[in-house]
C-alpha cells in the first residue's frame, strides 16, 4: 500500500504541475486575465482611422494574454478600410502590437472600387476617395494591361498638352480614351497603340483649324479618322473604311 500510495501521489504532483500549463496553452487560464491594456501601432497612418482600429482589437485585448486569438484579431483589422495588409503581435506582459501598410490609391476601379499602387483592387465604399484620379475599367484579369495603357497614353498625349482623365477596355478587347478636355477617343481592338500615335501626330494641326471643340474621335479607320466637334451634328470622317 504504501508504494501505491507514493505512486499516486507522484501522479497528483505531476498533475498539479502539468495542467495549469495545458490549461493556458489552451487558453483556459487567462481568460479575461492578464488583459492586454496597451495598444503598440506602427505604419503609416494617413488614411486608416485610428479610433476605428482601436475599436476593433478592443475585444481581442480583454481576451488576455494567453486567450487572445491573434489571427482573428489580425483577420478583424485587415477587412477595414484602406488596411492592405496588417500583422498583429501581443509583447508580455499587457501590450497588443499592430503593424498596419495602407493602400495607396492610384486610380478608380469602375464605379465600385480602386486600385492600389501595388495593383490591388478593393472597395470604394467607406473611404473618402482622393480627388483627381484617373479613372480606369477593364476585366479584373487585364488590370495590368490597363495600367501600361494609361502610362502609354498619358506619354503619347502629353506633348499636345492633354492630359487622359480615363481608359476603358471592354469585354471584347476594345479600348477607349477620355481625355481631361472631356473628348471621348475610341481606339478599338487591332492595333490600339499604332493608332493612337497616328492620331496624336496629326490632331494639333486638325485642332488648329477649328474653334469648336473637339468632342469624339473615332480612330477605327484603316486610314483616318472620325471627328465630332461640340457644335456639330454629324462626324466628319476623314477617311472611309472601318476596321
Partial sequence: MS?????????????LVVLPVVAVLKGWVGQEQW????????????????????????????????????????????????????????RWPDILEVHVVEHRPFARWGQERLLSEQGRLFPASGVEVPDNLPELDGPDTRVSDVVRFYNDSR???????ATVRSVALDARGSWQVRLASGTDVVVG?????????????????????????????????????????????????QSQGQS
Fill in 189 to 237: 481592338r487591332d492595333h490600339a497603340q499604332e493608332r493612337l500615335r497616328r492620331f496624336v501626330r496629326v490632331a494639333p494641326q486638325l485642332m488648329a483649324h477649328r474653334v469648336e471643340p473637339l468632342a469624339r474621335a473615332d480612330l477605327r479607320y484603316t486610314n483616318g479618322f472620325s471627328l465630332t466637334w461640340a457644335s456639330a451634328a454629324a462626324p466628319n470622317p
Fill in 35 to 90: 488583459p492586454l491594456t496597451r495598444l503598440r501601432a506602427t505604419g503609416e497612418f494617413e488614411r486608416v482611422d485610428a479610433a476605428l482600429l482601436q475599436r476593433t482589437l478592443l475585444p481581442y485585448a480583454r481576451q488576455g494574454f494567453f486567450a487572445v486569438r491573434l489571427e482573428d484579431a489580425q483577420q478583424a483589422v485587415s477587412r477595414l478600410p484602406w488596411v492592405e495588409r496588417a500583422e498583429v503581435r501581443k
Fill in 3 to 15: 508504494a501505491l500510495a507514493r505512486l499516486l501521489g507522484w501522479i497528483l504532483a505531476v498533475a
Fill in 155 to 161: 506619354e503619347l498625349f502629353a506633348p499636345m498638352g
